[in-house]
């Protein structure tokens, strides 16, 4: 996919990646604990892997990567959505809905809670420490939702060109301002205003506001 580079400071490029490296290993001897009692909880729930079997995602310049989350629907969740006619109504709503469902039905007990809370999120650390993610940036989309929402929104196409000449973030902009409900052309604006803007005191700013985001349930996606 095309994209467009918005250049900064190279400065900004070294110690944004200095800052992931050393908070994504922090962060994952930190949350150790969390690790195991989601992955104990998925298990005891619903049958299926720990960790959700979901397509790639487009991350920095198009190249697509595999975004690491805890499972928090029934398994083969993505694939039920796409390919069985039970659930033919629900897919259109999903495309309608910017590619997100208010209430879905494949969403399991646990997957509620840790979704509401972002700790299925929480494996994403390690996208970070592989150097596929960064803990602030745009959304990771998936491939047929940026290019079924360009069709949808024929003017956020310079909007996904400036979003994707960064590496997504576990969290971002909008998802710490209370819009995580938007639609994509809004949501996408926000992520490319944010690649615009980005320095170490906006992503600074941003990380602060993350963690009440996830005990309100306001950053769920």
């Not at 050393?22 to 989601?38: E, G, H, N």
């Not at 993505?78 to 390919?83: F, I, M, S, V, Y």
């Not at 971002?172 to 205003?193: C, H, L, P, T």
């Amino acid at each position: 996919m095309p994209y467009k580079e918005i250049k900064k400071n190279i400065y900004y490029e070294l110690l944004k990646r200095i800052i992931d490296f050393a908070s994504s290993i922090v962060l994952i001897i930190l949350f150790l604990p969390v690790f195991v009692i989601v992955a104990f909880a998925i298990k005891l729930d619903t049958k299926g892997p720990v960790f959700a079997d979901t397509p790639e995602r487009v991350g920095r310049g198009g190249k697509l990567f595999k975004m690491y989350k805890f499972r928090s629907m029934i398994e083969n969740a993505h694939e039920l959505l796409r390919e069985n006619p039970k659930f033919t109504k629900l897919y259109k709503d999903y495309k309608k809905g910017s590619y997100k469902l208010k209430d879905d039905p494949r969403i399991t007990r646990v997957g509620r809670f840790i979704r509401k809370h972002s700790l299925d999120e929480v494996p994403q650390f390690i996208n970070i420490l592989k150097g596929e993610m960064s803990l602030v940036g745009p959304r990771a989309y998936y491939p047929d939702e940026l290019r079924e929402q360009q069709k949808r929104y024929p003017d956020t196409r310079k909007a996904v060109e400036i979003v994707l000449s960064v590496k997504p973030g576990v969290t971002g902009y909008w998802q710490v301002s209370g819009r995580s409900e938007i639609n994509f052309d809004k949501r996408i604006k926000m992520d490319a205003d944010y690649v615009r803007r980005r320095s170490l005191f906006y992503d600074i700013k941003i990380i602060i506001k993350t963690p009440w985001a996830m005990i309100s349930g306001r950053g769920a996606l």
